[in-house]
C-alpha cells in the first residue's frame, strides 16, 4: 500500500470520525475546572478511610484496585510475549561470553568508568527501592520504584561488561519476580475471597498516617507491583541485550580479564 | 490560555497519526505510536487539573487542602508503564520481522509467502 493511498485512507477515516471528535472536543471542560466530581471525592474520603496521604497510590492499589490487577496482567503478557518471541529465535541456550567482530579492536572500560558506574547503580538501586517503599506517604510507588530499580541494571551493564554483568544478573531470577509479584497480587486479591469478603478488600490494619506502615493492604500490592515491574524491565533488558550477541561459533570472547 | 492544553493534545496525536500513517520502517512506526499515546497523557492530566490546586499528595499540606484529580493520574501512571512493555513486544517483533524477512518496511511485507534464504552479506 503507498504512502498517497495511506494518506487517502487516513482522510476518509477522520472525515467518518469528525463529528464525533467534534463533538467531543466541544463537550470538553475548560483546563483548571473539571467537572468529575471522582477525583475530589478520593482527595476528601481516602487519607480518613486508608490512612495514606498519597491518593495516586490510593487510587490504583485500593479504590481501582481490580484495574490495577488488569494491568498488572497486561504487564506480564506484553513481557511474557517479548520473551517467547525473542527466545522463540534464539533458542533457549544463554551465552555467558559477548560475541565480538573479528577485525574490531576491543578497547577496554576506563577505571573511572567503572567507579562511577557501580556508585550510580547503588544508588540508582537504592532510589528505586525507597521510591517504592514510600509510595503510600509521598509520591512514587510500585510502578515508579520498579522502574528505577531496573534501570540501575543498565548501568551495572555500562560500567561492567557484559560477562560480569550475565553473571550478577540471573535471567531466571528476574523471571521470578515477575512472575512471583503477579502471583502476591493476586492472592492480595484472593484472600479476602476465601474469607468471605469481596476480592481485594483492604483487609490488614491501616497502620497510621504518614508512617512507612500505612494502608493495610495496599502494602502488599504495592511490593507485588514494584517487584513485577523490576522484574519485567529487567527481564526485557536481558532478552534485548541477549538480541545483540550473533550467536556464531566464530565470535571469540570479548573483554578478557573483565 | 485554557485551550492551550487540548491543543498540544490534539497536536502530539496528530503528528503520531501522520507518522504512522507515512511511517517505512517498524521501529520509527513504534516511536510513532509512542507519540500518540503521549498524547493521551497530556489529554488526562489536562482533564484532571485544578487551578490553583497542588499535587493529590497530604504529606506536607493537610488533607482538605485544593488538590488536582488523582484518578486521571494513576491512569496515566500504569498507561505509561503498560505503554513502556507494549513497546518492547512491538519492538520484539520488528526484531522477528527483519530476522524472517530482512526487511523493516511495512510495505514490503508481503502476507502469506515462505520466508526468504537469507541474502549474501
Known sequence: MSVRLRLVLLGLALLALAPAVIHVALALPGFGTPTSPYGQTVNVLLPDLRHVTNMVAAVNFDVRGIDTLGEECMLLCAVT???VLLRGARGEGEREKAGHVPGRPV???????????RIAASLTLLVGISVALHGMTTPGGGFQGGVIAASSLLLLYLGEGYAVWRSLVRGPVLALLEGGGALLYGLAAFVPLTLGRPALQNILPFGTLKDLYSGGLMIVVNAAVALSVTGSFGLLLLEFMEETR???????PDEEGR | MSTLPW?????LFAVGLYGLVTSRHA???????TVCQSATYVLLLGLGFVNGAGPPIFYDHPPGTPAVDPVVQALVLT???VG??????LLAIAVQVQKRRHT??????RPLRPSEPAPDR
Open chain 1, 81 to 83: 510475549g517479548a520473551t
Open chain 1, 107 to 117: 578497547t577496554p572500560r576506563a577505571d573511572a568508568t567503572v567507579l562511577a558506574c
Open chain 1, 246 to 252: 550473533v550467536p556464531s561459533d566464530e565470535s571469540v
Open chain 2, 7 to 11: 491543543f498540544v493534545a490534539a497536536w
Open chain 2, 27 to 33: 521501529v520509527h512506526l513504534v516511536g510513532c505510536l
Open chain 2, 79 to 81: 498507561d505509561i508503564v
Open chain 2, 84 to 89: 513502556a512493555a507494549v513497546s518492547a513486544l
Open chain 2, 104 to 109: 523493516l518496511d511495512p510495505q514490503a511485507l
